[in-house]
């Protein structure tokens, strides 16, 4: 049996409030993700503070791209190839802990968003297609 890897993709972008890592948010992310780890350096992150603009001007990066990282819409920053684990030296930066980050991504509040987890995550009873939800 053959898969349609075209299909195969498409059914990985119609999982509500996810999106899956491809190979292609990788190729479209791979500057955003090196500008989030050159925050590892302390020097970098006080140039990054001093003149956020400035800074992302540096790297080439879409305005989406950009814009996304200013308005620190993590969402976003996924949607246009941005890997979670990268993104986390921007929010540390911004003195965020992993929990306050993603819980804003989810629109819950931190304490929300870790009694869920703590309970076992998003249900999967509900929403389980866009596509369907439409």
């Known amino acids: ?23 292609a948010r990788a190729r479209q992310g791979y500057w955003m993700n090196q500008f989030a780890m050159s ?6 992150r006080e140039r990054f503070k001093a003149d956020e603009r400035a ?5 080439p ?12 819409d993590y969402n976003r920053c996924l949607d246009l190839g941005g890997n ?12 965020l802990s992993f929990l306050q980050a ?4 989810t629109g819950m509040r931190p304490e929300e968003y870790q009694a ?10 509900g929403v389980r297609s866009i596509r369907e939800k439409r």
Request: a negative charge.
């Open 116 to 125: 869920m987890m703590v309970a076992g995550g998003r249900s999967p009873q």
């Open 102 to 105: 993603v819980g804003t991504m």
């Open 55 to 59: 800074y992302l001007d540096a790297w």
């Open 61 to 72: 990066l879409s305005e989406d791209q950009k814009q996304a990282l200013l308005d620190r």
């Open 39 to 44: 925050l590892m350096q302390a020097e970098n």
């Open 1 to 23: 049996m053959t898969t349609d890897i075209h299909a195969y993709l498409a059914d990985l972008e119609d999982i509500p409030g996810t999106r899956v890592y491809t190979a």
């Open 84 to 95: 979670i684990y990268f993104l986390a030296k921007l929010f540390s930066t911004d003195g």
